[in-house]
Every structure is written in C-alpha cells, then in structure tokens.
C-alpha cells in the first residue's frame, strides 16, 4: 500500500493532494475525497487510506491549494467561504485533481465516486449537480443550501448522510433541498440518523466543539451507520472490486 502527498497545479496555484493506494493495482475504481473546512488535514487522510485499504485508488483533494490547513473556525470560514459562493472555482480545483489521477495507471477514471464531509459534503453535491458526471456522490454531515436542482446537469446518484441533530443544516434546509431533488426526479437517498450533530463522523468533532463552542460531537454509532450505508451506496453502483 502507497500513500503519498502530491503536487499538482492550477494556474498559479500548487495543490498538494494526498493518494492512497496499492501500486500493484492494474485499474480500480476512484474515490475522490474532498475535506472538511478545516483543509486537507489527517482526519481526511486516514479516510483515504481506510477506503484504499477496500481496495480503491482514493485521491484527497486539497481544496484550498498548497495544503493549507486552519486550526480555528475564523481561519477555516475565511478558507471555505470563496468555494461557497463561486461553486465554478470549486469545480476547478475538483477537475485538477481528476486531470491528475489520469497520470496513475492504477486508477479506472470511467468508476469514480466523490465524497465530502461538512464543505466537502457541499462541494461534492454542487460538482454533482453543476454538472460533474460521477458515478456517485456522498455527503457527509454536509450543507444542503447549495445549487438548485437541475435535471439536464444532475447525473450523478447522490446519497445524504445527514445528522438529524445538526443545528447547521436546519430542517427548512433539508426540506428544500429534498423539494427541488424529488422535483427534477433525482437519483438520490437520504439517510438521517438520531441524535447526530454536525461532523459526527469525526472523532476530533467532541474536543473542538468544546473548545471553540461549537455544536459539534463525534457520534460512533451515526459513524458506523453512515459508513455501512455508503458501503451499499458503492455496492449499488457497482464499485466493489
């Protein structure tokens, strides 16, 4: 098993991305990984390499560009803000990494799968409905305000796991986005799990929320369901190896 950071460009701006897989590999499926608005820190990594470990090429894609990472709110909304409000620069960076992976010949570009969690759970829905055409995207304790539903863009299947305690993502914002999905007839699932806040999935979520009073918590059992869930997500889209 190989993991490794790697640097690519847009323009100016060098990313540092992060691959994990098996270099033996003659061609596996892609899941591409995209961070929290923290950036391309561990938590993500580990995801990358827990997925590779299935058997999949994961690449983790460095949103912000040069591996920049925040250690504070303030820090991680001044980073995340721009991809939120101009979706067109998000999918830049998201398109670099896939015209990177074309360079791995271990990697099978025509099964690729994006996640996200928190602004990457964002980021991979409004790749996915601007256009992007993925197998499938999965959002993890993601914001759901994001573009509207289009039916000549939207290919992807989307699934949604969704912390039904998550006071970031208010009930009027998921039933919108459940709206506008069920209006265009999207290919999407929407999982809610009890008693689980925003970014439940990771384990550092309970000692950040303390410490900057945010309300954030890691919850196992939402973890281990999301991830079961998203295990038959890929298994449906036939992504296993």
Known sequence: MRSETISYRLG???????????????????????HEWWGLNDYAKKRAEQLSKLGYFVFAVDMYGEGKT???????????????????????RIWAALEKIKSYPQADLNKVVA?????????????????????????????????PA????????????????????????????K????????DYTFKSYADA??????????ENGKKF???????????EDSWKDFMAFLKELKMEN
């Open 115 to 147: 996640i996200g969690y928190c602004f990457g759970g964002s980021m991979v829905l409004n790749a996915a409905k601007s256009g992007i055409d993925f197998k499938g995207v999965v959002s993890f304790h993601g914001g759901l305000a994001g573009l």
């Open 70 to 92: 925040a250690d504070n709110p303030k820090d991680a909304g001044a980073m995340a803000m721009p991809f939120y409000s101009d979706p067109d620069m998000a999918n830049e």
């Open 12 to 34: 100016e701006v060098e990313m540092k991305g992060f691959a994990s897989y098996d270099a033996n590999f003659k061609k596996r499926p892609v899941i591409l990984v995209v």
């Open 197 to 206: 806040t925003h970014a439940f999935t990771n384990p550092d979520a309970t």
């Open 213 to 223: 009073n945010l309300p954030i918590a890691y919850n196992k059992k939402a973890d």
């Open 179 to 186: 709206r506008e999905m069920d209006s265009i007839g999207a």
């Open 150 to 177: 289009d039916k000549s863009k939207l290919k992807s299947k989307v699934l949604v796991c969704h912390g039904a305690a998550d006071q970031f993502v208010p009930d009027e914002e998921v039933a919108r986005f």
